[in-house]
């Protein structure tokens, strides 16, 4: 079983390694890791005249349509969500009919993280119905869930599961263990 | 020719009445616009013992299965990048092999955007290879795009277009020029 690799792991140093650490705990549990800073065997020869970008993203969703299943990082990055990146390879999967399984790295809920954003950027009002809004006017999510409703509602009807685990900040990138839980629940 | 209108315009106060605008636009150039608020005419009896927020998810990925195309407002919120669910929206629509069209009401780059965030952070480093890396150590994209690379790849790839406005901040989520202009690119 194919397994792509999802998260924002790409921009750490070091990317190629961490790649190369997931792929191992794969190994142990069966499963053939495929990261996203893997090269393809064959490129359609009409990709060459595009530029690189464009390419990686191809190659991207070419290796997510090689995967049996996707486990993907959505610890949040740079914001109250998760890596739009990752968020779009999720959803890819979900709609070529395949379980995503999720995994992140606080344990801090959306709502939470919304707030305290929105509290730094000219902070949040109260409506009369219990409805908090930020500066601008936009209303903050209030389910109760790790992200944005259709991260979590995809993976659940992929038939994945989200794994949550609080780790500390400093490691919150380079710690494997809720990826590892993540990958034992991808087997189960 | 059905379009969902994806964007984090459902988080407006009055929702209802800008996608009720949208449509609008919509009807004008021959489009039947779509929204994420609308119901469905059917439900699965299986949806009815989910709760809200995956019935909420369910309906969206069907009502966007319903649809010939895509218009997604990409403006950034909550962070250097677009809203995740719409995001997360756009790949769904991409990996079903249908045109997505993106609109975005500030023109600054999405290598500034992130730079302007990382320095708000705990501050950015230059490497030496001129790539730059944020508080964390992870790398900024600079590809010269408005988002993420899979988001603007996954557009023109779908054979969509990403039509970028620069509108006044007060209203950049409620002037609808730059939406105009995207509905007008879909039907060319």
Chains 1, 2 share one sequence.
């Not at 070419?62 to 779009?88: E, H, K, Q, W």
């Not at 930020?134 to 209030?142: N, P, T």
């Amino acid at each position: 079983m194919r397994a792509y690799l999802a998260g924002p792991d790409i921009f750490l140093p070091d990317a190629a390694q961490w790649a190369e650490r997931k792929r191992e705990v794969c190994a142990q549990y069966g499963l053939t890791g495929v990261s996203p800073l893997d090269s393809m065997s064959d490129t359609p020869p009409e990709w060459a005249v595009l530029p690189e970008w464009r390419r990686i993203a191809l190659r991207n969703e070419a290796l997510i349509g090689s995967c049996d299943l996707m486990i993907a990082n959505l610890t949040p990055f740079r914001g109250p969500s998760a890596d739009v990146g990752t968020v779009y390879e999720v959803a890819f999967m979900r709609a070529l009919g395949r379980p995503v399984f999720g995994y992140a790295t606080t344990a801090t809920g959306f709502t939470q993280r919304t707030l305290d954003f929105a509290n730094g950027r000219g902070g949040i009002s109260a409506e009369p119905d219990g409805s908090w809004r930020d500066a601008e006017g936009m209303l903050i999510e209030q389910f109760g869930l790790f992200d944005n409703l259709m991260i979590e509602a995809g993976i659940l009807a992929s038939g994945g599961v989200l794994v949550v685990e609080e780790i500390a900040a400093e490691r919150r990138w380079t710690d494997l263990s809720a990826f590892e839980r993540c990958v034992r629940a991808a087997v189960a």
